[in-house]
C-alpha cells in the first residue's frame, strides 16, 4: 500500500519564478493538506483540500494555491516566489477532512535564489 | 491566536538517559494532540491523545495529556541514537493541525 507521495523530491527556483508542487495521497484517504516547514521551525498550515474544493485555509497569501483532482491528487501553486518561500513543503492525507490522523509525504525541498 | 509551545528547543544526551518533552497549548475548538518524530524529512505519527490522564505507551515512548492544564509531555526511557530526531507537537482544530517549533533530541553513545 503506498504512502503519500510528492513530487519533486528538490527544487530550485529564482525570485519572481513560479513552482507546481505534486502530492498524491496514501490509498484511501480523500482529504489533502499542504503545510510549508521553514528550516528551524514547525509545519505552517497552508490549506486543505477536499472534494476538489479548498476547504479551510491558514495565513498565507494569495500567491498560494491548489488544486485537488478527482482522483484525490493534489498540486500546490505558488506564483511571484519569494526568498522567503525557501521551505519544505508537506503535504499530508486524511481518510477525510475531520480525522486527526494525517500521514505526511516526504515533502518537496523548495530553495529560491 | 492559537499557539503550540514545546520546550525545551534543543536537548542533548547520552544512550540509556531519560528524556521528557514538553508541550502546552492555547487553541480554540481543541479536538486532540498529537506527537509526531522527524528525522529527516516525513513527520511519522507517534501517538495521539485526546482524553486527559491516559497515557499512551509504546515500547519506551510514552505520553500523557492534561486538558485541565493544557500540556502534554512525551517521555523517552533508555534512550539510543536512534532516538535523535525532532519531536513536533502538534493540536488538531476542527480540521487541521497546529504545529509546535518541535524539540530537537540528540543521543550521544
Known amino acids: 500500500d503506498a504512502g503519500v507521495t510528492q513530487s519533486p523530491t528538490h527544487l530550485i527556483k529564482t525570485r519572481g519564478q513560479q513552482v507546481t508542487l505534486r502530492c498524491s495521497p496514501k490509498?484511501?484517504?480523500?482529504?489533502v493538506s499542504w503545510y510549508q516547514q521553514a528550516l528551524g521551525q514547525g509545519p505552517q498550515f497552508i490549506f486543505q483540500?477536499?472534494?476538489?474544493?479548498?476547504?479551510q485555509r491558514g495565513n498565507f497569501p494569495d500567491r498560494f494555491s491548489g488544486h485537488q483532482f478527482p482522483n484525490y491528487s493534489s498540486e500546490l501553486n505558488v506564483n511571484a516566489l519569494l526568498l522567503g518561500d525557501s521551505a519544505l513543503y508537506l503535504c499530508?492525507?486524511?481518510?477525510?477532512?475531520?480525522?486527526?490522523?494525517?500521514?505526511f509525504g516526504p515533502g518537496t525541498r523548495l530553495t529560491v535564489t | 491566536e492559537d499557539k503550540v509551545v514545546q520546550s525545551p528547543l534543543s536537548l542533548v544526551v547520552h544512550e540509556g538517559d531519560t528524556v521528557t518533552l514538553n508541550c502546552s497549548y492555547e487553541?480554540?475548538?481543541?479536538?486532540?494532540l498529537l506527537w509526531y518524530k522527524q528525522e529527516k524529512k516525513a513527520p511519522t505519527f507517534l501517538f495521539m491523545l485526546t482524553s486527559s490522564g491516559i497515557e499512551k505507551k509504546s515500547g519506551r515512548l510514552s505520553s500523557i495529556l492534561d486538558k485541565k492544564e493544557l500540556f502534554s509531555i512525551l517521555n523517552i526511557t533508555a534512550t539510543q541514537t536512534g532516538d535523535s530526531a525532532i519531536y513536533l507537537c502538534a493540536v488538531f482544530n476542527t480540521d487541521k493541525l497546529i504545529f509546535g517549533t518541535g524539540t530537537r533530541l540528540q543521543v550521544f553513545p
Open positions: 483540500y477536499y472534494e476538489e474544493e479548498e476547504r
Open positions: 490509498s484511501g484517504h480523500d482529504t
Open positions: 487553541v480554540t475548538n481543541f479536538r486532540s
Open positions: 499530508a492525507s486524511s481518510f477525510d477532512r475531520l480525522d486527526y490522523e494525517q500521514y
